[in-house]
């Protein structure tokens, strides 16, 4: 009798060993990841500058000995800046991705277990919000209510939760029919108990994955807020906003003062997403 | 070796080799089809049967390669170019596949689907004279109904989409076709419809056909000849008549007899241990070697030649000659009948008692999946329910652990009211889920993934008021579903559809119920595993008194394991007796019909019986 | 058939509805939105008169209740009246007639890009899976979609406008050619990240759909590889892309804006965000309703047009 390839039980060892086969483009995304964490959290001693330094003196330069990657039009370090840039690119994305998603499992969960009209209102109240343009509407009520860092997270985090519980009801609905289900109830299992124990661990990793997914594309609107000039306040060192103050300084100057927020904000996002469609692959898929 | 290439020999395979990457999925193959002949290639899941069919039809899916040799008159077809294939494809050789629901293009009006193949004939370039074509062909796999041609797949059922796909795959007239499981997918009476037309067709046509099937008995019924394939290797190719009386290999001889018969019980199923091994796991060795009882060194020393032992007869086994005698004896000893069942006294009091249940679902079209069935067990009996599909028989099943409630009507546990669980004191409900427990159908979603097995037996142990040394419990468990302790470690995805069976019957039994229902428990398994479950069942049934509700379509399966049938149709009961008084004299139409539809094989099986 | 696709708009025109009302609702509360008093909000920097107070209580009906309010002045709307803008004091539907020629211009040739391409390209890399062909368009297809189209943009006008020069850096073009030169390096970066999710789900779906039984068995029957691609794979393919076709609407639109931003084209989107910043209620609540408009309407389309494409909605739809 031959037992199939996978002979070891225990779930640690499983997915060790999943790490361990990981693609080298993944395990380079997780280094980018981890840099940009580390840049977050230890900007204020790794940075040369303060990033809200302004020699006027020196205005805009391009990189030399001193200011490594050049200076911004009131001479502020592009270096320094992108590195503190890092944290309002982490936070908001995070408390985006994990606050829709924590909110759309209680909804997906209430909808595709329950069903009924409980399902029926939320499913009606989650296409009613896919049909408004909702990008749109994140840009003219955070430019309404006068912007804001927190603001552009709120609102972007409600417009996040629709579509996340469309795509936990789905993976609900994916296991309710399933036989250990029915096993479940017929041994006469607690509601939550099933929902606990049997449901939310099956769905934990298409949860894990789209939490990544949406980080990215949390990230690249919370920038775009900032580059309209809608999310961070003025003069914070972020990422969307170098973008939109430095822009004028691609066509002379110092165009690394837009590339360089550019690429850290495309190479953080690229990295989520190969994150998420890993996870998604190694551990649905 | 080259098996029999006479010039008269319509297609010949030659060492044909199916491979995906490294891995063996089919070891060198060789054999042969007339003209007009029906060669049925026999496997169970993991034989390479399916691919094997594919690589003669040059559509193998992208990453799988064959190699040797396949001639149609003498013409080579393994490599052709894809523009070569499109000439042979249809005129000479046609495939027909499993599953009427896929086959068919989903956005494509189904008669679209004969008038594209047609479309090429000068003789069908008019239009008018094309829907004639096309009706006519609908006529000919019994649609007469040319309405139908404007339907799309989704509006047909899979017996009328089978028709269309069979009548497309032969608008061409095939000199070969090859089916691959071609009524697999379907309700037995309709199982038996579909192979009709195709047998009218090849006679029609003199086409010659290959048929892949699991299916034995449908293979004797309706073959020539009948070649076994057993992980990847031929063990035995023969006519279907001699194979079918003295098989000449042991796997084939363990394969006939764990097929359950439809006419007769017999006292207990002949289960080979074990399961299938893949291919590459025993390239070097007889494939057979490590379930077979009479293995020898010089089995696994090499991989044996498939050998003529008598005419048009070959096998793979090394020792046929000196155990042929064994195997026949086997086969006497197996189809002994097993003791009449003893009729139930008349007062017995029954376990449960279902009382004129119906069941409506409401939705966008309103379906009574029950209108009024009523039913009894008596402690200690086995119930049979059959029926196709639609006719209610799960509904039910669910009904009685609580899984559905029923829309009217009583259900009687234990003289417990139980047709609503939900409106239950929270004590007799607790004592119901103790009382009845449900064994389902697909054995690979029966288990929570992310447990483990004994995970998944404790909290069921849990449940059943369960005190004592846990462990001690989960290992008694498995030993009594005939398995190890070991297992409690494993994870579902590690176990195969037999073993991870055998957990989901133990998580049932581990609330000690009375009465359990199994719906389709061996449906999704091959024949030689359904042999070891339903094995277990009869023991579990001595050795704890249990009480079954037996849900499936097989009357075969219902034979061994019932001692009362239930026949439904349409969410109504039309037919309840004893299993020997329902299958040898029914009287309603319905209950004849699917009796006639078993395929009239069986004879060969019996006939061994009575040497 | 014909009755039932009749009924099937106007169940979709019906579902329309609601969502214009609630965009309507937004629009107009917005000016409750923005912090303090409405009348100040839609002051604006002007000064601070009564005359000036009192015309803006009548136009807007500040005195009557809020459902009034709303209802009156989604009749000027339904009449054409979007009002006048804050900061230019010109009427709102004047200003945005004159910005929109360059919006429905970029938008257009990004749509011919989205879906050219990226259809294109995703069948062409399923086709040739495992290829160059098929590596390239995944790993620009993962770079698309971390990529906004502003970012994309600035690297476009950085690389082909100022390194190399071959496109202009400003403005948008006069006649019809210069403006298709002027739009190429928007057009690309707003079709960029769009593209990527059309590509992604092309090849999805394409690849999905050749090992289905329906491609084997088509073939099995000696139908021509033409055939197969066309009325099988690719047929079968496609529900899904217009499935998604809702969303590459709303990318478009809100890319739109972000891209015109980078390249300070004079359109529709770089007018709402300039009104934003202004706070010119009146010229927010015009951009964001024609846009919504737009939207709700293209969605409306999209969903029409699939009931042709994929006949088991048609007929799901008659049964019910």
Not at chain 2, 4 to 24: I, K, N, P, R, Y
Not at chain 2, 220 to 239: H, K, M, N, P, T
Not at chain 3, 222 to 248: C, E, K
């Amino acid at each position: 009798m031959t037992l199939p390839e996978a002979i070891d039980a225990h779930p640690v060892r499983r997915v060790s060993r999943r790490l361990a086969q990981m693609p080298l483009l993944v395990a380079l995304a997780f280094v980018v990841v981890c840099v940009v964490v580390m840049c977050a959290v230890l900007a204020p001693w790794i940075a040369p500058y303060d990033p809200s330094l302004q020699r006027l003196d020196v205005g805009v330069s391009l990189p030399s000995s001193d200011l490594i990657l050049g200076t911004d039009t009131l001479g502020r370090d592009i270096l320094s800046r992108s590195i503190h840039g890092a944290s309002t690119a982490l936070v908001g994305p995070m408390v985006i991705a994990a606050g829709a998603f924590a909110i759309a499992t209680i909804l997906g969960l209430l909808a595709g277990y329950l069903g009924g009209w409980i399902d029926t209102l939320i499913m009606r109240w989650v296409d009613f919000m896919h049909g408004l343009p909702s990008t749109l509407i994140v840009i003219v009520v955070v430019g309404v209510i006068g912007g804001g860092y927190w603001v552009a997270v709120a609102v972007l985090l409600i417009a996040f939760v629709p579509s996340d519980t469309r795509i936990v009801r789905s993976a609900v609905l994916e296991q309710r029919p399933r036989p250990y289900i029915d096993a479940a109830r017929s041994l006469g299992i607690s509601k939550p108990r099933i929902l606990l124990v049997h449901i939310i661990p099956n769905i934990l990793p298409i949860i894990v994955a789209y939490v990544a997914i949406d980080f990215a594309f949390a990230l690249v609107n919370l920038a775009g807020l900032s580059f309209l000039g809608l999310g961070v306040e003025p003069g914070t060192a972020d990422w969307g906003r170098m973008l939109s103050e430095n822009r004028n300084l691609l066509l002379g100057g110092n165009p690394l003062g837009t590339l360089v927020p550019a690429s850290a904000m495309i190479l953080t996002a690229i990295s989520m997403n190969l994150i998420g469609d890993w996870l998604f692959e190694e551990f649905i898929g | 070796m080259t098996l029999a290439s006479a010039t008269e020999d319509f297609l010949t395979v030659q060492d044909l080799a199916v491979s995906s990457g490294h891995l063996v999925i089919t070891m060198p193959t060789s054999f042969h089809v007339a003209r007009g002949e029906t060669l049925a290639i026999v496997g169970e899941s993991g034989s390479g049967k399916s691919l094997t069919a594919k690589a003669i039809a040059g559509l193998l899916p992208p990453g799988v390669i064959a190699k040797g040799s396949v001639k149609l008159e003498g013409c080579e077809l393994n490599g052709l170019s894809e523009r070569d294939w499109q000439r042979l494809r249809g005129r000479r050789v046609s495939m027909l596949l499993q599953d009427p629901f896929t086959m068919l293009n989903p956005v494509m009006r189904a008669g679209r689907h004969l008038d594209e193949v047609l479309r090429d004939d000068p003789m069908f370039h008019d239009r008018k004279a094309r829907r004639a074509e096309v009706e006519r062909r609908l006529a000919e796999v019994g649609i007469n109904n040319p309405a139908v041609a404007d339907h799309f797949p989704f509006q047909l059922s899979g017996g009328m989409s089978q028709r269309i796909a069979l009548a497309s795959s032969l608008a061409r007239d095939p000199e070969i076709l090859i089916a691959d499981e071609p009524s697999t997918a379907l309700d037995v009476t309709t199982q038996a419809e579909i192979m009709q037309l195709l047998k009218r067709a090849q006679a029609q046509r003199g086409m010659s056909l290959i048929l892949i099937t699991h299916d034995l008995r449908l293979a004797f019924s309706i073959c020539d000849r009948v070649l076994v394939l057993y992980a990847g290797s031929v063990v035995e190719i023969g006519r279907a008549g001699d194979l079918g009386s003295g098989p000449f290999h042991p796997y084939s001889a363990g394969l006939l007899l764990s097929e359950p018969s439809a006419t007769r019980r017999v006292k207990r199923l002949v289960a080979m241990p074990g399961r299938v091994p893949v291919a590459h796991a025993v390239v070097g060795q007889c494939a057979f070697a490590d379930r077979c009882d009479w293995v020898e060194e010089r089995c696994r020393a090499a991989r044996p030649a498939l050998e003529q032992r008598a005419p048009g007869r070959f096998t793979r086994c090394l020792r046929q000659p000196e155990i042929q005698g064994e195997l026949d004896a086997l086969r006497h000893a197996a189809l002994e009948v097993a003791p009449a069942i003893l009729a139930r006294p008349a007062n017995e009091r029954p376990a449960i008692k279902v009382d004129a249940i119906t069941k409506v679902f409401a939705g966008k079209t309103t379906t009574h999946a029950l209108k009024g069935v009523s039913l009894h067990i008596a402690p200690g009996e086995s119930v049979g329910l059959v029926g196709e599909s639609g006719s209610g028989k799960s509904t039910l099943g669910r009904c009685l652990v609580g899984l559905e409630t029923p829309t009217t009507g009583k259900i009687e546990i234990d003289g417990i009211d139980a047709h609503d669980f939900e409106a239950l004191q929270p004590d007799d409900r607790a004592y119901l889920r103790r009382t009845v427990q449900m064994v389902f159908q697909d054995p690979y979603s029966t288990l929570n993934p992310r447990h483990s097995v004994g995970k998944t037996l404790a909290e069921s142990l849990r449940v059943g008021q369960f005190s004592g040394d846990m462990n001690v419990t989960i290992a008694r468990l498995l030993t009594e579903v005939g398995l190890t302790a070991d297992y409690a470690k494993m994870r579902p995805a590690q176990l195969s559809g037999g073993e991870r069976q055998r957990i989901a019957i133990a998580r049932a039994l581990a609330v000690s119920p009375r009465l359990l229902v199994c719906d389709e428990p061996v449906s999704a398994l091959d024949v030689s595993v359904q042999a070891q479950v339903l094995n277990l069942f009869k023991d579990l049934k001595t050795a704890r008194g249990l009480s079954f509700l037996f849900i499936t379509h097989d009357l075969a399966v219902v034979r061994q394991i019932a001692d009362r049938i239930v026949v439904l149709y349409l969410g109504e009961v039309v037919e309840e007796g004893s299993v020997d008084q329902v299958l040898s004299e029914p009287q309603h139409p319905y209950t004849k019909r699917l009796i006639a539809s078993i395929p009239a094989s069986t004879k060969h099986i019996q006939g061994a019986a009575e040497l | 058939m014909g009755s039932g696709l009749v009924r099937l708009i106007l169940i979709r025109l019906a579902q329309a509805g609601p969502l214009l009302v609630a965009v309507s609702l937004i629009v107009f509360a917005l000016i409750y939105l923005a912090p303090g008093d409405p009348v100040r909000t839609l002051l604006g920097a002007k000064p601070v008169t009564p005359e000036a107070i009192a015309v803006l209580r009548e136009r807007y009906n500040l005195e009557d209740p809020f459902i009034v309010q709303y209802l009156k002045w989604l009749w000027q709307m339904l009449q054409g009246d979007l009002g006048r803008s804050i900061s230019g004091n010109r009427r709102v539907i004047n200003i945005i007639a004159e910005r929109l020629s360059i919006s429905a211009f970029l938008a257009a040739m990004s749509a011919v890009i989205v879906l050219g391409a990226g259809i294109g390209l995703g069948a062409w890399a399923a086709l040739r899976r495992g290829s160059w062909i098929d590596r390239l368009t995944v790993t620009s297809g993962v770079l698309g979609i971390s990529s906004p189209p502003f970012v994309t943009g600035l690297f476009l006008l950085y690389l082909f406008g100022v390194i190399l020069g071959w496109f202009p850096t400003f403005g948008a073009g006069a006649n019809f050619l210069d403006r298709l030169w002027h739009l190429t390096l928007p057009a690309i970066a707003l079709a960029f990240s769009v593209m990527a999710i059309v590509m992604k789900i092309t090849r999805a779906a394409m690849i999905e759909a050749m090992v289905k039984d329906y491609v084997t068995f088509a073939r099995a029957r000696g139908l021509s590889a033409r055939r197969v691609l066309l009325q099988y794979v690719l047929r079968n393919a496609l529900i899904p892309v217009i499935t998604a076709a809702g969303l590459v609407i709303v990318s478009l639109v809100a890319g739109s804006i972000y891209v015109e931003v980078t390249f300070a084209l004079p359109g529709l989107g770089t007018l709402m965000v300039d009104a934003v910043s202004k706070r010119d209620i009146p010229l927010i609540q015009g951009t964001t309703l024609v846009f919504s408009l737009f939207v709700v309407v293209a969605n409306l389309l999209i969903d029409i047009l699939y009931t042709f494409i994929d006949p088991r909605i048609r007929f799901e739809g008659v049964k019910s």
